[in-house]
C-alpha cells in the first residue's frame, strides 16, 4: 500500500463527503479510493470513517487521523515545493479564485503583462463571488474583498491594496433632487440597493463620536453591482459602493460623492481591505509569491482607483 497516496485518498473523501467526488476529483476509480481507505484502516487496526447510503462521518479515531493526516500531507508538499520551486524561473499552473467584478475590472487587463513577464506560468482563473474554498476546490490563491475566512486560522493572509466607499450619485440626479447633508437626508433619497431579499438595508455612518445607522430603500434592488452602478450613472438614485468599483467615474465627474466627512461601511462588513489568502504549504510557491506582488505592485501603495 502507498500510505501517502491512501491519506490523500482519506482526506479528500473526508473534505468532499463521499466516495464518488473524492474519486472523481483524485481522477482515480471509485474502487480504487475504496481499496486505499480499506487497506489505511487494516494497516491501523481501527475504523476511520463511518459509511451509509447518504453520508460518510469520521469516527473519533478518524478525527485525530485527519487532522494529523492534513498537516502531514501539507508538510510533504512544502517539502516538494521547496526543492522544484527553488529555480529563479517560476513556472507551472496557478489556480486563482478572485471575485467576478473586481476580476472583470482590475486584474484581466494586467493579464497579458503578467504572463508576458512569467512566460512558464499557466494560469487558471475562477471567477466566482462565492468563498471559494482553498482545499477542496485545489485552489493555490484566493483573492477575497473584506469578509475574510476566519474559520481557517492557519490560513497565510498578505493585504494587496484597500479601498473606501462612498454614496455617491450622477450630476443629473442631483440637480433634480438635490444633495444630502447629513446621513439622515438619505431617507427622503431613492437609494439602490445590493441585496437579495430586501427592500431596505441600514448604511452605517460615522464621524468622530456620532454613529448614524440609517434604514434606506429605493425603486431598485440587485445583486449585482455594476447594474446598479449604471443606474445610478443614469440617474435613477444613489448607491453605496466601493472605490475600485466607482473610483474611475468619481475622477471623471460621471459620479459624485457626497457625505465624505463620515466614514461609510455596512453594517455586516466594516473590513475595507483586498487580501490574497494561501494555505501554509504554499508560502514557498513561486508562482504564488510572483502573482501576489504583482498584482501589489500593479495596483499601488495608494491604489490607482482612490
Known amino acids: 500500500m502507498d500510505q501517502l497516496a491512501a491519506m490523500r485518498s482519506f482526506v479528500k473523501v473526508v473534505e468532499t463527503g463521499g466516495f ?5 476529483q483524485l481522477q482515480l476509480a471509485v474502487s480504487s479510493v475504496t481499496r486505499q481507505i480499506n487497506a489505511l484502516e487494516a494497516m491501523l487496526h481501527t ?16 478525527q485525530k487521523y485527519y487532522d494529523r493526516a492534513v498537516q502531514i500531507l501539507q508538510d510533504v508538499e512544502e517539502a516538494n515545493l521547496c526543492i522544484m520551486e527553488q529555480g529563479e524561473i517560476p513556472r507551472g499552473i496557478l489556480r486563482v479564485s478572485l471575485p467576478v467584478t473586481f476580476g472583470r475590472l482590475h486584474v484581466a487587463p494586467i493579464l497579458s503583462d503578467f504572463l508576458a513577464q512569467y512566460p512558464d506560468i499557466k494560469l487558471d482563473l475562477q471567477l466566482s463571488d462565492g468563498l471559494a474554498n482553498l482545499v477542496e476546490a485545489d485552489l493555490d490563491v484566493v483573492i477575497r474583498i473584506g469578509n475574510l475566512d476566519r474559520s481557517n486560522p492557519n490560513l497565510i493572509v ?3 491594496a484597500m479601498y ?3 454614496v455617491c450619485g450622477s450630476p443629473t440626479y442631483f440637480r433634480q433632487c438635490g444633495k444630502p447633508t447629513h446621513p439622515n437626508d438619505l431617507t427622503q433619497h431613492n437609494c439602490l440597493l445590493f441585496a437579495y431579499s430586501t427592500s431596505s438595508q441600514i448604511w452605517r455612518f460615522q464621524r468622530g463620536t456620532e454613529v448614524c445607522e440609517v434604514k434606506v430603500s429605493g425603486s431598485l434592488v440587485a445583486n449585482h453591482s455594476e447594474l446598479l452602478l449604471q443606474a445610478c450613472l443614469d440617474g435613477i438614485g444613489l448607491i453605496l459602493m466601493p472605490t475600485w468599483l466607482i473610483g474611475e467615474d468619481i475622477q471623471a465627474g460621471r459620479l459624485q460623492a457626497v457625505l465624505t466627512d463620515f466614514q461609510i461601511s455596512p453594517q455586516t462588513d466594516p473590513d475595507t481591505g483586498i487580501y490574497a489568502l494561501y494555505l501554509p504549504n504554499r508560502k514557498y510557491s513561486r508562482r504564488v509569491q510572483v502573482f501576489i506582488d504583482f498584482l ?8 490607482y482607483w482612490e
Open 296 to 303: 501589489i505592485q500593479q495596483f499601488g501603495n495608494r491604489p
Open 164 to 166: 473606501d466607499r462612498f
Open 47 to 62: 475504523q476511520l470513517l463511518n459509511r451509509s447510503t447518504r453520508s460518510v462521518t469520521l469516527t473519533l479515531q478518524g
Open 20 to 24: 464518488s467526488e473524492a474519486a472523481r
Open 158 to 160: 498578505r493585504k494587496l
